[in-house]
């Protein structure tokens, strides 16, 4: 993958757009990666020891190898047009069909505002409740608000708050890994178990049934793209922000998992709810119980600011592009912020949080998120032809054609029940794109 101009350069940089460009790469690589390792990885370990046993890196490993084939993907399009909407914009530059354009950035959405209204309920139950017991509604709902609040004051406030609580989520992990290395350095721990798999299991189709879980925890690297119109100097800062932090984030799961599999057999951790927690208690080193909680509350609140972030700039990038009402792409005078988005994504979360049960529902979302990345993995190709006025980065054509195959394969391995919610949300979005292009057509007789 090389950075390379297209055949009549005239700029190094992008323009200036509506929004203020105050994101360095620095700033970027902690989004990126805070947005990747996230809360999930918390309770990840116990779910891919039934499918691995003790050989939890494996999959890791594999899944951040097809994360990266997307990725390149996303950082030759984003170079190429950094304005915010990311999949959507893509979409609509490739296949010029609203349409298409419309369900990419719906799925996408919705994909956001589900994420930020679980990552709330998740912060105001269990988590919270060690340190206060309040109802866990109405306070997601006062969470959701002061993380719009945030939002709303900037891109730089929003991403310096993400740089503390990433180092202290990245902490926790780091955490994992020093205490097993005392427990190994004690004598203590099976190093064995690190390289066997479950009794009976045929190893490449064991690590394929890991890599799809494990693939879940790394696709938080597709929230950047939608921050693109904030970002200084996207085509030389993007790209080594987004491949570095996926590439830390991978070595850091693949420590992780290396470290439970020593400290723990494969059946305690997967009948653990907090499995890193029980590692650490396993490592025999004395660290409070209580720290990791609130740890685990700092992931999941950073997990939901990263989420807010993009889907307000979607919001905002897709009605920019006529895609969704104009109203939405209103910002802050000062702040140049877009206020709008951020309070109509703000009010869709509060919503779903009433729902209280959301997991098939989130299973979905990420189904529906991998035709996304099928469609960025398309779109590349598309647009060889088009060309721009400033540099930007060019990935190897063989790497979108594998990224499209690697969505492909794991398509195959969702169940009928996700595919059906999966075409209810699509005939949803249908029917918005409808009433939306209805609305429109009125306006302009008028």
Excluded at 101 to 118: D, P, Y
Excluded at 173 to 193: F, H, K, N, S
Excluded at 417 to 434: D, K, N, R, S
Aim: charged residues 10%.
């Amino acid at each position: 993958m090389t950075s390379e101009a297209d055949a009549h350069p005239t700029t190094d940089a992008p323009e200036e757009g509506k929004l203020k460009r105050g994101i360095t790469g620095p700033l970027l690589f902690l989004f990126i990666l805070g947005d990747v390792l996230g809360a999930g990885i918390y309770a990840l370990m116990g779910v891919l020891a039934e499918d691995v046993g003790g050989v939890l890196w494996a999959p890791l490993v594999a899944a951040l190898v097809l994360a990266l084939l997307t990725a390149g993907s996303y950082a030759e399009l984003v170079t190429k047009y950094p304005k915010a909407g990311g999949a959507a914009v893509f979409a609509e530059r490739a296949f010029r069909q609203p349409v298409v354009s419309f369900l990419i950035g719906f799925c996408m959405l919705a994909a956001g505002v589900t994420s930020a209204a679980g990552l709330a309920l998740a912060f105001a139950g269990d988590y919270l409740s060690t340190f206060i017991d309040v109802p866990a509604v109405p306070a997601a709902m006062v969470f959701l608000v002061l993380v719009a609040c945030l939002n709303a004051r900037g891109i730089s406030e929003s991403l310096k708050s993400n740089v503390v609580m990433t180092v202290i989520e990245l902490s926790g992990l780091l955490i994992v890994i020093v205490v097993v290395a005392v427990m190994v350095g004690g004598g203590r721990g099976e190093v064995d178990r690190i390289t066997q798999f479950p009794e009976g299991s045929v190893p490449a189709l064991a690590i394929l049934g890991g890599a799809i879980v494990a693939y879940y925890s790394f696709v938080g690297f597709e929230t950047s793209a939608n921050v693109a119109e904030e970002i200084r100097n996207p085509s030389k800062v993007y790209p080594a922000a987004l491949f570095g932090a996926l590439i830390t984030a991978g070595v850091v799961y693949a420590l992780v998992g290396i470290a439970s599999a020593i400290a723990l057999p494969p059946d305690e951790l997967s009948a653990s709810s907090g499995p890193l927690l029980a590692v650490v208690g396993a490592s025999g080193v004395n660290v409070p119980s209580w720290l990791f909680s609130a740890i685990a509350l700092v992931a999941v609140a950073n997990g939901a600011l990263l989420t807010m972030i993009m889907s307000s700039r979607l919001a905002y990038g897709m009605a920019e592009h006529g895609l969704l009402p104009s109203a939405l792409n209103r910002v802050l005078p000062q702040r140049r912020t877009p206020w709008v988005a951020i309070v109509a994504t703000t009010a869709v979360a509060m919503v779903l949080t009433l729902v209280g049960d959301l997991s098939t529902l989130a299973e979905t979302v990420v189904l529906l998120l991998l035709f996304v990345f099928i469609s960025t993995n398309v779109a590349v190709l598309v647009l060889r032809r088009d060309q721009v006025d400033h540099d930007h980065f060019r990935v190897w054509t063989a790497i979108p054609v594998l990224g499209v195959l690697s969505c492909v394969l794991l398509l195959t391995q969702q169940t009928a029940t996700v595919w059906l919610f999966a075409a209810i949300l699509l005939a949803v979005g249908a029917v918005l794109y409808l009433g939306a292009r209805a609305a429109t057509r009125r306006t302009a007789s008028r």
